[in-house]
C-alpha cells in the first residue's frame, strides 16, 4: 500500500519527535454482517414491546467465524508490534515497517482463502436457513454470493502525521492552530506509548513469576513455552519499539534480557537451583516496574495469554 507521506511541522518536543520516529498504519476491514433486527410484531411476549430490541443471526458458520476469529488475530499482531494510537490506526515505528508490511500482505492472503471458504458454503446456509429461522425467515436477507463477497475487505495504507502544508497558504492562523493541535496530540500519545509498553511488559513479567511459583504441594506450576516466548518477543522487539525513549524501562529490559539469556524452558522445568534464581530476579524486576507505574499513575493493562 502506497504512503501518505505529510511532513511534520518543526516544532519541537517529544511528540514531533515520536512523530519522525513512527508512520501511522490505518487498517480497514470489512465483514458481511450476520444480524438483522427483527420487529416485535413478530415476537409474543407480556412484555412492553417498546423495551425490547430483538435481532437474530442469519446463519451459524464456523466458516464465517474463523474469519471474525482471523481479524482478531490480527488485531493482535498489531497490538504487539505496533503502538496504539487512534482506533484503527497504530503507530508503526520506522525500522518495523518492512516486517509489518510483509505480514499485513500475508494476513490479506490467508483472509481472502477464508472468504472463499465461507462463500464456498454460504449458498447451501441460504438454503437451511428457512428451515431453522421458520416465520422469521426473510429471503430479502440474503444478498447474492458475488454482494456476498465484496462485503468482506481488508486494507491497510500509511500515512505520516502532521499539518498539510497547503493550509499555510490559505491561512498562516489556522496553519499555526492545527500544529499546536497537532503537536499536542502526539504528546499525549508519547504518554499513552510509554505506559502501553511499561503495563505490556509488566503483565508478562507478573505472568512469569506466577509460573515460577511452587504449587500447594510443594511441585513447581505448570509451564509453557509461551509464558517465556512472549516475554523475550517483548525484550527482543523493545529496542525497535522504545520510540519514546524510556530509559527507565530500557534499564530494566536489558536486566530480564541478561536474566533469561541462554534459558532454556526445559531448564526452567528441571533445574531447581535455575528455577529459584530466575524467579527471584524476575520477583525483583515485576516490583520495580510496579513502581514505575504506580508513580506515573499509569492504569494497568490486561493482555490476553
Known amino acids: ?12 518536543g517529544a511528540g514531533p519527535d515520536l512523530a519522525r520516529r513512527t508512520v501511522c498504519i490505518k487498517i480497514e476491514r470489512h465483514r458481511l454482517g450476520n444480524s438483522k433486527k427483527v420487529s416485535t410484531s413478530q415476537i409474543e ?13 442469519l446463519f451459524d458458520s464456523p466458516e464465517y467465524t474463523a474469519i471474525r ?77 458475488e454482494q456476498v463477497r465484496a462485503a468482506f475487505a481488508f486494507s491497510w495504507r500509511y500515512v505520516s502525521f502532521g499539518v498539510p502544508e497547503q493550509l499555510r497558504e490559505i491561512s498562516t492562523e489556522i ?14 500519545a508519547v504518554s499513552e506509548v510509554q505506559a ?18 511452587d504449587g500447594p504441594d510443594g511441585k513447581p506450576v505448570r509451564f509453557h513455552q509461551t509464558t517465556v516466548s512472549k516475554l523475550v518477543e517483548f525484550l527482543d522487539t ?18 530480564a534480557k541478561a536474566l533469561l539469556s541462554g534459558v532454556t524452558v526445559q531448564a526452567l522445568k528441571t533445574t531447581a537451583e535455575l528455577r529459584v534464581h530466575v524467579r527471584n530476579g524476575i ?8 513502581g514505575l507505574i504506580v508513580r506515573a499513575g499509569v492504569r494497568k493493562l490486561r493482555l490476553a495469554d
Open 1 to 12: 500500500m502506497a504512503a501518505q507521506s505529510i511532513p511534520f511541522p518543526a516544532v519541537h
Open 45 to 57: 411476549v407480556d412484555t412492553d414491546k417498546s423495551l425490547l430490541r430483538v435481532s437474530k443471526h
Open 69 to 145: 476469529n482471523f481479524d482478531g488475530e490480527i488485531t493482535r499482531y498489531l497490538e504487539q508490534i505496533c503502538l496504539p494510537f487512534e482506533r484503527g490506526v497504530h503507530l508503526c515505528p520506522l525500522p518495523l515497517v518492512r516486517q509489518v508490511d510483509s505480514k499485513m500482505h500475508e494476513f490479506a492472503c490467508r483472509r481472502s482463502e477464508l472468504v472463499e471458504a465461507f462463500i464456498a458454503v454460504y449458498p447451501e446456509l441460504c438454503k437451511s436457513a428457512p428451515g431453522r429461522l421458520r416465520a422469521l425467515h426473510n429471503p430479502l436477507d440474503y444478498a447474492p454470493v
Open 175 to 188: 496553519w499555526t492552530e492545527e500544529r499546536e493541535k497537532a503537536s499536542r496530540v502526539m504528546s499525549e
Open 196 to 213: 502501553v509498553m511499561r503495563s505490556a511488559m509488566a503483565e508478562l513479567v507478573r505472568h512469569m513469576q506466577d509460573r515460577l511459583q
Open 238 to 255: 523493545f529496542e525497535f519499539r522504545n520510540v519514546t525513549d524510556d530509559s527507565e524501562l530500557k534499564e530494566l529490559v536489558e536486566r
Open 283 to 290: 520477583a525483583d524486576i515485576a516490583g520495580q516496574l510496579d
